[in-house]
């Protein structure tokens, strides 16, 4: 699976931003999907994920009530930012993998690149 994420960029605290995830490759229904993020100095940390069917979400504290995660059938991901805060500022990266570890780096075994979101004050 080869995954492609897209959508950063720079934004005001309070404002929104959508991030995208392509998947090519083997199918994308196969796998739940995650995003993590990364900040500077800081270790790569989970944000939110989805199951295969799509029924099933999970989202960090810090994110709770203003992310959103949501799967297509045409191998998109998405990840709808509202809410944010100059402490979102990272580099977000999708993921896909099919382990019980939802919320850990080791559960997942396909990563896109990393797409930068920076929210200024």
């Known amino acids: 699976v080869q995954l492609q994420a897209s959508g950063g960029g720079l934004v005001q605290a309070g404002g929104s931003l959508r991030l995208s995830c392509a998947a090519s490759?083997?199918?994308?229904?196969?796998?739940?999907m995650g995003w993590f993020r990364q900040a500077p100095g800081k270790d790569r940390e989970f944000v939110a994920s989805?199951?295969?069917?799509?029924?099933?979400t999970n989202y960090a504290d810090s994110v709770k009530g203003r992310f959103s995660i949501s799967r297509d059938n045409a191998k998109n991901v998405y990840l709808q930012m509202n809410s944010l805060e100059p402490e979102d500022t990272a580099v977000y990266y999708c993921?896909?993998?099919?382990?019980?570890?939802?919320?850990?780096?080791?559960?997942?075994?396909?990563w896109g690149q990393g797409t930068q979101v920076t929210v200024s004050s």
């Open positions: 993921a896909a993998g099919n382990s019980v570890y939802y919320n850990a780096e080791s559960g997942y075994d396909y």
């Open positions: 490759g083997r199918t994308h229904s196969n796998y739940a």
């Open positions: 989805i199951s295969r069917s799509g029924t099933v």
